[in-house]
């Protein structure tokens, strides 16, 4: 054990001398504590990058090691783009798509999938497969590519990509970024740019990627060491631990919600899905009440109100179909323009909130905070999160924001009344 723990220290003494020396810990990422956030770091800076100079979205394409034919397109590209399959909310971290100079040429999209710290969701890769064939882009089976970026290059689980891996590939920043980033800052100082913020980034990357190095080296010497096996049982149940606290929190929400008689889409709050979400295959945990029905081009369409469990907790408006499906908000406005007018002025009074056209199939949404005005980041298990091990905190948690939900279900029902 003495031995073992030795060669662990040593290794990690040499990862933090190599940190010293490359000053990889002075960077601002780093310093303002986000240097593993997926969204406001990584995709952000990226695509800062990739805006800088188009030189740049082509030398991207080039060490992302894309085809030829990809490489010599001009680009759109979008962070979080909102996407809807089979009634499934999900978001695209960075999504590219072709600027054709002929209108008889095929468009091509690329999906960039950015992997830190989260897990792959259920059936995630499938779907955003899906969703550009839907779209388009894959008549003859060459115009998309999906980008599986870490930060070692590994491989997505069988649960995300359900067994096709066409298309798919398997990229690093450990590798590729890097690459990219020391090409960026060839180029851009060739024009006399500010290259500060490139390089801030990629000191940035450095320090995961071999902060990941080290933590690979350690865990091939605990492998078989008895002693250290109860720290590793420990933390397997931690995902466990962690989605029954889910589970007890939302299904607390969906019982007081139910004494308030509101009348859900579906059944019972689902005990596998909270389960699961610290697990492999991440799903998506939510709760929707109906807020109104009405008829639209002889089909029936619900206003619904949701609590979902992202990576925070936040309640959602939207339009579903009689299968309990979310619907093209964007859609439904162009063929029910006054309906939607009295829906989003309802929504704007009761939530006293501005809507904005976020590209997003959903009307509204609206982060839900703690009594101290914390926000629940499930994600990272958050200390608010932390805070709901004690049952009468979760109670009366559970019973202010399903007040509240019932509340602006209430008024939005409410006020659309009274327009009637």
């Known amino acids: 054990m003495k031995k073992l723990i030795n060669q662990v220290v040593g290794i990690i003494d040499e990862y933090e001398e190599e940190k010293r020396k490359q000053g990889l810990d002075n960077n601002i990422f780093t310093l303002m504590e986000i240097e593993r956030r997926e969204l406001k770091t990584h995709e952000y800076m990226i695509l800062a990058i990739l805006r800088h100079r188009t030189e740049l979205v082509k030398q991207f394409m080039e060490c992302m090691e894309l085809p030829k034919s990809f490489q010599n397109e001009s680009w759109n590209i979008e962070k979080e783009h909102h996407i809807v399959t089979k009634g499934k909310l999900g978001r695209i971290d960075l999504f590219f798509t072709s600027k054709p100079k002929m209108r008889t040429k095929k468009k091509k999209c690329v999906v960039v999938e950015l992997k830190i710290d989260a897990g792959d969701q259920n059936n995630?890769?499938?779907?955003?497969?899906?969703?550009?064939?839907?779209?388009?882009?894959?008549?003859?089976?060459?115009?998309?590519?999906?980008?599986?970026?870490?930060?070692?290059?590994?491989?997505?689980?069988?649960?995300?990509?359900?067994?096709?891996?066409?298309?798919?590939?398997?990229?690093?920043?450990?590798?590729?970024?890097?690459?990219?980033?020391?090409?960026?800052?060839?180029?851009?100082?060739?024009?006399?740019?500010?290259?500060?913020f490139i390089q801030q980034y990629q000191i940035l990357v450095k320090k995961l990627t071999s902060g990941e190095q080290m933590e690979d080296k350690v865990t091939e010497l605990i492998k078989g060491s008895e002693e250290l096996r109860k720290c590793i049982e420990i933390k397997q149940a931690l995902p466990d631990i962690k989605g029954q606290l889910l589970y007890d929190f939302m299904d607390t929400i969906h019982q007081e919600l139910a004494k308030k008689e509101c009348e859900f889409l579906y059944g019972e709050f689902d005990y596998e899905c909270a389960k699961e979400y610290y697990g492999k295959n991440v799903k998506i945990p939510d709760i929707i009440c109906k807020i109104t029905e009405f008829t639209s081009k002889n089909k029936k369409i619900k206003l619904a109100l949701g609590i979902e469990v992202y990576y925070n907790l936040y309640f959602y408006i939207g339009y579903f179909n009689e299968q309990n499906e979310l619907i093209n908000n964007e859609q439904f406005k162009k063929n029910n323009k006054r309906k939607n007018e009295k829906v989003e002025n309802a929504i704007t009074q009761v939530l006293n909130a501005e809507i904005r056209n976020n590209n997003t199939d959903l009307i509204i949404w609206k982060t839900i905070l703690n009594s101290n005005n914390q926000v629940y980041d499930f994600k990272h298990f958050s200390e608010s999160c932390a805070n709901l091990m004690d049952k009468s905190t979760l109670k009366k948690e559970a019973q202010r924001i399903a007040r509240d939900a019932s509340y602006y279900i209430k008024e939005i029902q409410d006020i659309l009344e009274d327009d009637e």
């Not at 899906?130 to 870490?150: M, Q, R, S």
């Not at 298309?167 to 890097?178: A, K, V």
């Open 124 to 196: 995630q890769l499938k779907r955003y497969k899906d969703y550009v064939i839907e779209k388009g882009y894959a008549e003859n089976g060459n115009d998309y590519k999906i980008i599986y970026l870490t930060l070692d290059g590994k491989e997505p689980s069988e649960q995300s990509c359900r067994g096709s891996k066409k298309n798919i590939l398997l990229r690093s920043f450990e590798e590729h970024i890097l690459l990219w980033l020391e090409s960026c800052i060839e180029i851009c100082q060739e024009y006399g740019d500010d290259v500060s």
